[in-house]
C-alpha cells in the first residue's frame, strides 16, 4: 500500500477518523475519538499501529517488517515498515488497532 491508499483506508473507517500532524509535517496522524490508532512517517511509509500485546510478539517473531514502534509504548504498538508488508495483511493490523481504540473507547464510557 502507498501512502494514499494507507490515508484512503484510515479515513473510510468511519466519518468521526480525524486526519492531523500534531508531530511535524513528516507525520500523519489517525485518531478516532480523539485517541489515536495509526502514525505513519511520510517518507519512509514507517507506521505504528496498535496491537494486543500477545499478537504483536507473534507478528514481530513471524515478520520481518514488524518490529516495536519507535517512541511508543512497545507493549501495544508495532512498528510495521509497510514496503515489506502485503497490502491485506497491512488492512488487517490497521483495522485492528481500530479496533481496539474503539473498544476501549466503549467500555470506559460505559
Known sequence: MD???IREYCLSMHR?????????????VYKIN???FLLMDINTRWVAVKCD?????EL????EGVTPAYHMNKKHWNGIDTPHIAG????EWIRHSYTLVVEKYRKKNR
Open 3 to 5: 501512502i494514499e491508499e
Open 16 to 28: 468521526d477518523v480525524k486526519e492531523c500532524m500534531p508531530f511535524g509535517e513528516e507525520h500523519l
Open 34 to 36: 480523539g485517541r489515536i
Open 53 to 57: 500485546p500477545a499478537l504483536a510478539i
Open 60 to 63: 514481530r517473531e513471524r515478520y
Open 88 to 91: 491485506d495483511r497491512l488492512k
